[in-house]
């Protein structure tokens, strides 16, 4: 069964720095992965997703992550932290089933 | 394109009532998925409907959870009777097609058992 961890309930980052934020999986197959965000009173939006091509994957609003096999990851990064971007990543790998098996998720904080 | 759409968006009932939780996925989207985050915990999957069949119930908690979607269009998630543990966010989510589609999400309805 596949499963998910996501390193750090809560991070802070200055704005400006840079934002990671830590995903590893496991999975008995090749993965799909997801990075999801939830900003305060809203449902969940995909960031991107990684589905065997590339291995670095851009998504929305800057955002990036970069797939490794060897090291079973799948970190989320944005090299610039902005005020906006303070809400609640989740990391998700896709099932056999279809559904999703999510991480425990980040809540990132961006200080002025 | 209308997105995901749950009602209500917040409900607080007592222990022992029943609660029906409606989602509306997008138009077109045969895939619908029913998810519950418990506070501090991770979101879970808890059933998946193709069109009005239910694709996978292996996460329902229980029975006194009961979920329909009655002509393949909107479905409902009933909880029956509510107890304390059923505290939480429940997530539906819609996809056009089975793999690796993504799955649009709706807004969540916040659920408090008291």
């Known amino acids: 069964a596949q499963s998910v961890t996501q390193l750090g309930s809560h991070v802070s980052v200055s704005e400006g720095a840079l934002v990671l934020l830590r995903c590893n999986y496991s999975?008995?197959?090749?993965?799909?992965l997801f990075w999801y965000v939830q900003y305060p009173n809203q449902g969940l939006q995909l960031l991107l997703k990684?589905?065997?091509?590339?291995?670095l994957v851009k998504g929305i609003n800057g955002f990036e992550a970069e797939f490794k096999k060897s090291e079973t990851s799948f970190h989320l990064t944005k090299p610039s932290a902005h005020m906006s971007d303070a809400a609640e990543y989740f990391c998700a790998v896709r099932n056999a089933g279809n559904m999703l098996t999510f991480g425990g998720g980040t809540r990132l904080m961006v200080k002025p | 394109e209308a997105g995901v759409t749950q009602f209500p968006s917040h409900s607080v009932i007592e222990k022992g009532q029943t609660v029906t939780l409606r989602c509306d996925p997008i138009s077109g989207h045969d895939n619908l998925y029913w998810y519950r985050r418990v506070m501090g915990k991770e979101i879970k999957f808890l059933l998946h409907?193709?069109?009005?069949?239910?694709?996978?119930e292996s996460g329902m908690p229980n029975n006194r959870f009961l979920a329909e979607r009655t002509g393949g269009t909107y479905s409902t998630l009933k909880v029956q009777p509510a107890e304390l543990e059923d505290s939480g966010v429940y997530f539906c989510a819609s996809s056009q097609r089975t793999g690796v589609t993504e799955a649009f999400f709706g807004q969540g309805t916040r659920l408090t058992v008291v």
């Open positions: 409907f193709v069109k009005e069949s239910k694709q996978d």
């Open positions: 990684y589905t065997s091509a590339a291995t």
């Open positions: 999975s008995s197959v090749p993965p799909y």
